[in-house]
């Protein structure tokens, strides 16, 4: 049996998933529901998931599911005109909101100038979604000034789309000779891979084909102001 707040917090999600797709945020549930803080809202969702009426999905901060409504909770929710009635629709066919976050994996730090080792860790970042295309992506810390004329900067954070091939031109997370990953230009030279910096300071570095993987090409960037 559910409690008066978990009813009314469970018809406002299903109510804004039926008219627009998209779940409201802590803060609109919060003043929805007259609370004063966001916790009696993560308890209040954590009990519906408990009883199997709400479900979050993977990966994004703010995106709810309503699994089901039980009866006494549709006869005390007040009528309301034009609401479509609950339904699950493809999540392809759902639109991102703009504030939607996506937590990407964090593999550590990747050079802008001459190839470091890649760390392996398991940490994660918030991304905003529309800052990701397709596919699957992670994110690496850029350590160097070689990519700067590029606007890639110490310190951002690169938003890699995983891959395995890129084009000419391309922006790329590539690993030379299986342990050392640089962040440059994507150029090919008969049988050699060269790897340009975006810094007149440095020189391209070129490799034979064979010693060099694509591991993704850069999708964003994410900047802290200090």
């Keep these: 049996m559910l409690t008066a707040k978990q009813h009314e917090l469970l018809h406002f999600i299903q109510e804004r998933l039926d008219t627009s797709g998209i779940s409201p ?20 969702i954590s009990a519906l998931e408990e009883r199997g009426f709400l479900r979050r999905l993977p990966n994004r901060a703010r995106a709810l599911e ?20 609950l339904r699950k629709a493809p999540p392809a066919l759902k639109p991102i909101a703009a504030n939607d976050i996506i937590e990407v994996p964090l593999h550590g730090k ?6 470091i080792e890649a760390f392996e860790d398991h940490n994660n970042l918030a991304v905003p979604a529309a800052l990701l295309g397709s596919g699957e992506h992670y994110a690496l810390e850029v350590s ?7 606007g890639i900067f110490d310190g951002d954070y690169a938003l890699i789309q995983k891959a ?26 008969g049988q050699m891979i060269r790897l340009d910096p975006a810094n007149a300071a440095y020189e391209p570095q070129r490799y034979p084909a064979e010693r060099v993987i694509v591991q993704g090409r850069l999708s964003g960037l994410l900047r802290r102001y200090h």
């Excluded at 990747?110 to 190839?115: D, E, F, K, S």
């Excluded at 160097?144 to 590029?150: H, I, L, P, R, T």
């Excluded at 590539?174 to 342990?179: E, F, I, K, S, T």
């Design 144 to 150: 160097g000034d070689s990519m700067v004329e590029a």
């Design 66 to 85: 309503v699994l089901k409504v039980p009866e006494a909770a549709k006869a005390a929710a007040p009528a309301r005109e034009n609401v479509v009635p």
């Design 164 to 189: 395995s091939t890129a084009r000419e031109g391309d922006i790329v997370v590539a690993l030379v000779d299986g342990q050392d990953a640089t962040l440059k230009y994507f150029r090919r030279e």
């Design 25 to 44: 945020s802590f803060e609109e549930m919060k003043e929805a529901l007259g609370l004063k803080s966001k916790s009696g809202i993560h308890r209040l």
């Design 110 to 115: 990747i050079a802008a100038g001459v190839p």
